[in-house]
Structures are given as structure tokens and as C-alpha cells.
């Protein structure tokens, strides 16, 4: 099972926590977009990147923030799918 699932999954395995994954992935997102921009980098590809990455991240976020306002904090799964 990926590292990124097993972080999110509850005790049980009948819960993933979308939102927490998604927060993780958005965090990690931010932290590359902010080394990226770095002046001591001086890449114009780079700074590129880092504007099409942070649109990606900012898409990301809004679905986050809507599945709170949702209160979608959980899915169920099929624990018997779980490897």
C-alpha cells in the first residue's frame, strides 16, 4: 500500500481521509513552489514551472476547502480491498 494512503486511512481501514492527503500534497506543493522561486536559482524556467505548478495547487485547495464546507472529511472504503 503507498505511503500516501496509509498516512490517511483510519485504524479500521473503513475510512480515508481525503482532506488530510490532500493537505499533505498541497503543503508539499507550496514548500517546491517557494524553493523554486528562489533568487539564487535564477531560471526563468523555473519561476515557469513554479506559476503552472502553483495554479495546479491553488485548483487543489479549493476542492480541499470545499470538502470541508461539505463536511466530506471521510470516504468509505472496502477494507477488504485494502492490500
Excluded: W
Excluded at 485504524?11 to 524553493?35: A, C, E, F, R
Amino acid at each position: 500500500m503507498k505511503e500516501i494512503i496509509k498516512e490517511h486511512l483510519s485504524h479500521n481501514k473503513t475510512h480515508y481521509y481525503l482532506t488530510g492527503m490532500l493537505s499533505q500534497i498541497t503543503g508539499q506543493l507550496d514548500g517546491n513552489i517557494n524553493s523554486m522561486r528562489d533568487d539564487n536559482l535564477n531560471s526563468l524556467d523555473k519561476k515557469y514551472f513554479a506559476e503552472k505548478i502553483e495554479a495546479i495547487n491553488n485548483k487543489l485547495i479549493e476542492f480541499r476547502d470545499f470538502l470541508y464546507e461539505q463536511e466530506l472529511l471521510t470516504i468509505a472504503v472496502n477494507p477488504e480491498k485494502i492490500k
